[in-house]
């Protein structure tokens, strides 16, 4: 599909473009409260091709986690198709669920979720060992993201002794450690001032584009969203 129809709101084709890193068609989730169904994804179409950094735009409560939630694979009860890398993921086993989120996707939340314990670098080597890495490759891979962040001197700082902007500087680092085809971000810097945030939010925009990843960005904030390559809006379940 065109950008031209992209942005005229067209659904996305049937059948998934070869360059679709994320193919998503017919996403639905209710719940029941109450004895009250209450439907938060009605029917959600969507393709993100590879390099692709797409914003998900939406007030709280929309439904922007829930779909992010569904598209990471962190949690059942959804109907409809996930392909992701060519690959339908929505109805894999347990391990091959983990598969996919280890190999092939990246994650960064609005809290940091870093590792307490362990250092900044250590946080992004981490994640390296478990797929599989070498120490000393996981070593060169850290420092060299960190660096780019602008966090060469704070390697061995634990979180408790780093900013909030950097230890977010430090999450975006660990998501894109194992080089993934597509970075899942949900309000990547809702937690952070307005300065901080325009800062780290730049990097992390810059990172992404010279990884080669595709991202998907759900944030609240028009002007972030305006900084990526396409918006979309979700309301009342729907993209538009």
């Known amino acids: 599909m065109t950008d031209a129809a992209q942005r005229a709101g067209q659904r996305p084709s049937a059948t998934p473009g070869p360059d679709a890193v994320l193919a998503v068609r017919g996403l639905?989730?209710?719940?029941?409260?109450?004895?009250?169904?209450?439907?938060?994804l009605r029917g959600i179409d969507?393709?993100?091709r590879r390099g692709e950094i797409v914003a998900l735009l939406g007030p709280s409560g929309s439904g922007k986690s829930t779909f992010l939630q569904a598209v990471g694979l962190l949690e059942g009860g959804f109907e409809g198709s996930i392909r992701i890398g060519g690959e339908e993921v929505a109805e894999l086993s347990d391990a091959n669920r983990t598969r996919v989120r280890r190999d092939t996707l990246g994650f960064v939340y609005?809290?940091?979720h870093l590792l307490p314990d362990f250092t900044a670098a250590e946080n992004v080597i981490i994640p390296q060992l478990v797929?599989?890495?070498?120490?000393a490759d996981a070593q060169a891979r850290a420092e060299?993201?960190?660096?780019?962040?602008?966090?060469?001197?704070?390697?061995?700082h634990r979180p408790s002794k780093l900013s909030g902007g950097e230890q977010q500087r430090v999450a975006v680092a660990r998501?894109?450690?194992?080089r993934p085809a597509l970075v899942l971000a949900d309000e990547p810097t809702g937690n952070l001032?307005?300065?901080?945030?325009?800062?780290?939010f730049a990097e992390f925009l810059r990172l992404v584009r010279e990884e080669g990843s595709a991202a998907l960005v759900a944030t609240h904030n028009e002007r972030i969203a305006a900084k990526m390559d396409r918006v979309l809006r979700l309301h009342d379940g729907r993209l538009e």
């Open 110 to 112: 609005q809290f940091h």
């Open 131 to 135: 797929r599989g890495a070498s120490r």
């Open 193 to 200: 001032d307005e300065a901080t945030a325009d800062i780290v």
């Open 175 to 178: 998501a894109l450690a194992n």
């Open 28 to 40: 639905r989730r209710s719940f029941e409260q109450a004895g009250v169904r209450i439907d938060v």
């Open 46 to 48: 969507l393709d993100v």
């Open 144 to 156: 060299a993201l960190l660096g780019v962040l602008g966090l060469a001197e704070r390697l061995t």
